[in-house]
């Protein structure tokens, strides 16, 4: 059992935390039947969807729920919200790595110039951007699994403490990945994790089904008029 003590001391040291049981199978299931709800249609199935808290009630009701709640509220505060929800999954068609980086960039609902948000980029429709530090280091992330998740089938490697060194350079993310280490995590789950922490993903060498919901929270309005997209 994971103590709200150990884990925020966690999150402020290491940058992440690993929450073994948080959602119970009823709970699993029904996400999955949301998720591939939305994806009928599709020949195949999917291994990344956008927008989630857009396209699945039940992914925007999940991040309302107290078992959601009690591991973001202590990092954030209570008036935390949603901003976007993300869909990954590795399968025998899809088996894909991802280098090491930081999470450093937002989903909002309109381009406006203001100071410190650049470059600018467009990924389904939406507008992103790369804001100031400051609005990266008060998110969190969850990364809610929903299958086994472990070093053979491409868990999450991460770097601890990575997430504060600011902005990483090409050399200091290089020199940094020497101490990286993986992170399995059951069904259920959670990988609670701060944008900034240096992390990646391997191919998987089993490749099975990885199925993993990435949720991020923000704590304030943006500055400048810009606003959140999934808010
Ligand atoms: O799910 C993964 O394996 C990696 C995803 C990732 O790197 C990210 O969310 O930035």
Known sequence: ????????EQ?????????????????????KEALYAIARGNKSQPYGLRR???????????C?????????????????????GLFFDKTVNANWGIRWHQDV???VQQRLEAPGFSPWSQKEGVC??????????????????????????????VVPGSHRCGRLSRQQVQKLTERG????????????????????????????????LHLEFATEALPHGLKWYGS
């Open 64 to 84: 309302t729920q107290s078992c959601i709640r009690h591991w973001v509220e202590p990092i954030l505060g209570e008036n935390a919200f949603p901003v976007r």
């Open 11 to 31: 999150i402020e040291r290491d940058g992440f935390a690993c929450i073994p049981k948080v959602l119970d199978e009823a709970q699993i299931s029904k996400l």
């Open 52 to 62: 989630l808290l857009e396209k699945v009630p039940a992914i925007r009701n999940l």
């Open 128 to 157: 992103h951007v790369q804001p100031p530090l400051e609005v990266l280091e008060k998110m969190l992330a969850l990364r809610v699994h929903l299958d086994d998740t472990g070093a053979d089938n491409g868990c999450l490697w």
């Open 1 to 8: 059992m994971t103590s709200i003590a150990s884990y925020t």
């Open 181 to 212: 280490n993986a992170h399995p995590i059951p069904r259920g789950g959670i990988l609670a994790m701060k944008p900034l922490l240096l992390h990646s993903s391997r191919r998987a060498a089993t490749p099975r089904h990885r199925r993993i």
């Open 105 to 107: 960039t937002i989903a």
